[in-house]
């Protein structure tokens, strides 16, 4: 299985700032990447995909980039309803397999 | 609009079994494979398999394979989960989603307690 390795584990930041998750996969998954924000109390919900396309309804804020084993989700201008985990997720190959997650809060 | 409904979760002793359903609206439901992820309270999300448009193709996590069975009936656009000998470490909630993981529904709680 292909394992993925998510940082940090949790964040604070504060509103306005940039922000930026790392998501690392055990072997190339040639951009079979997506990223989740989940509320507490929701379901998971599809921002990215591709690594890098924006999911329909998305905020322009929301970006990914990466390439190979390295991926990562920025969030630019942090908003108060950013506050939320946020997982990434390979669909490389089967089966599909989930970073551990980061817990994004306010400062 | 995209819907998705899970039914059939609440409280199931160890080693019975269970059958989630997930009922699909807003889509041609035929068209697409179709998902579905757990995640224990507190904890991450686990994906357990999906299945294509006509049921020829289904994939699991491994470790859930013989536990666990994903089908789908077309003609009532609705896609299961039958689960079997669940034990404390299947508690959670579980969600279907239209793959590739677009849309979720969500999610029905199953709690394996005796």
């Known amino acids: 299985d292909i394992q993925m390795t998510q940082s940090p584990a949790s964040l604070s930041a504060s509103l306005g700032e940039t922000v930026t998750i790392e998501c690392r996969a055990s072997e190339d998954i040639y951009n079979g990447l997506a990223w989740y924000q989940q509320k507490p109390g929701k379901s998971p919900q599809l921002l990215i995909y591709n690594a890098n396309s924006l999911h329909t309804g998305v905020p322009s804020r929301f970006s990914g980039s990466g390439s190979g084993t390295q991926y990562s989700l920025k969030i630019n201008s942090l908003q108060s309803e950013d506050v939320a985990s946020y997982f990434c997720?390979?669909?490389?190959?089967?089966?599909?397999?989930f970073g551990a997650g980061t817990k994004l809060e306010l400062k | 609009e995209v819907k998705l409904v899970e039914s059939g979760g609440g409280l199931v002793q160890p080693g019975r079994s269970l059958k989630l359903s997930c009922a699909a609206s807003g889509f041609s439901f035929n068209d697409y494979w179709m998902g579905w992820v757990r995640q224990a309270p507190g904890k991450g999300l686990e994906w357990i398999g999906e299945i294509n448009q006509d049921s020829s193709t289904i994939n699991y996590t491994p470790s859930l394979k013989d536990k666990f069975t994903i089908s789908r009936d077309n003609a009532q656009n609705t896609l299961y989960l039958q689960m079997s000998k669940l034990g404390s470490e299947d508690t959670a909630i579980y969600y279907c989603?239209?793959?590739?993981?677009?849309?979720w529904g969500q999610g029905v709680m199953v709690t394996v307690s005796s």
């Open positions: 989603a239209r793959a590739p993981l677009d849309y």
């Open positions: 997720q390979q669909y490389y190959n089967y089966p599909y397999t």
